[in-house]
């Protein structure tokens, strides 16, 4: 399956900067997944966007799906050290397998 | 809450050996999923399954088999494993579009 790609792949932020990671597919997708992995965890699911150009917010993060449905974006504003970890883009197809994108590390300096 | 567990959190065999891998949840999801994670790569899908004793082959289904005789677990088996599936392996199950994942193996071939 085609793997969503990501970027950047790391990210070192000062704490309370802005920080966004991109998620693009060659094609249309139905839906985008988000999912968050604190180091020495295991993912856990975020959020799913389904419509063209929605955008969600969870507090400080604020999820987005292209217009097109080909990107997606997840921003979060004023980061904390707790929202150190690995982000994941993810699209759910049939018996809801999913694809993930490759990730990116985000790194919050105190 | 939902639970999913693994049978070890850290694993060493030597190669050419044959390595179980038991995956179980206790939500009675239909859908169950076997993820490897590698850096820079995200987490590969190797094989899913959406029915007791069925299976489908994910994106990295090679070298691995996979068995699921009652509906609440999942086993990942390495016929004879090499120092190339030296990895992280995930397990994950799903009633919806949401996936809930186990705490993960992390599995060394010498």
């Known amino acids: 399956g085609q793997q969503v790609m990501q970027i950047p792949q790391y990210q070192h932020v000062q704490e309370g900067e802005d920080f966004t990671t991109y998620c693009n597919s060659s094609?249309?997708?139905?839906?985008i997944q988000w999912y968050k992995q604190r180091p020495g965890g295991h993912p856990v699911f975020l959020i799913q966007l389904v419509k063209s150009g929605e955008v969600k917010k969870q507090k400080r993060l604020t999820f987005q799906f292209g217009e097109a449905k080909k990107n997606s974006s997840l921003h979060i504003t004023a980061t904390q050290t707790t929202d150190v970890g690995t982000y994941f883009c993810a699209r759910s197809g049939g018996y809801q397998k999913v694809t993930f994108g490759t990730g990116t590390k985000l790194q919050v300096i105190p | 809450d939902v639970k999913v567990t693994q049978s070890s959190r850290y694993l060493v065999k030597r190669t050419g050996e044959k390595v179980f891998l038991e995956c179980v949840q206790d939500?009675?999801?239909?859908?169950m999923f076997w993820y490897r994670q590698d850096p820079g790569l995200g987490l590969r899908l190797i094989y899913f399954s959406y029915d007791v004793k069925m299976k489908e082959k994910g994106d990295i289904p090679e070298g691995y088999s996979v068995s699921r005789e009652k509906k609440e677990r999942f086993s990942l088996i390495l016929e004879s494993a090499s120092t190339n599936q030296t990895s992280m392996y995930l397990c994950?199950?799903?009633?919806?579009?949401?996936?809930?994942f186990g705490p993960g193996t992390r599995l060394t071939v010498l």
């Open positions: 939500m009675d999801h239909e859908n």
């Open positions: 994950a199950s799903s009633l919806g579009y949401e996936q809930f």
């Open positions: 094609t249309t997708l139905s839906n």
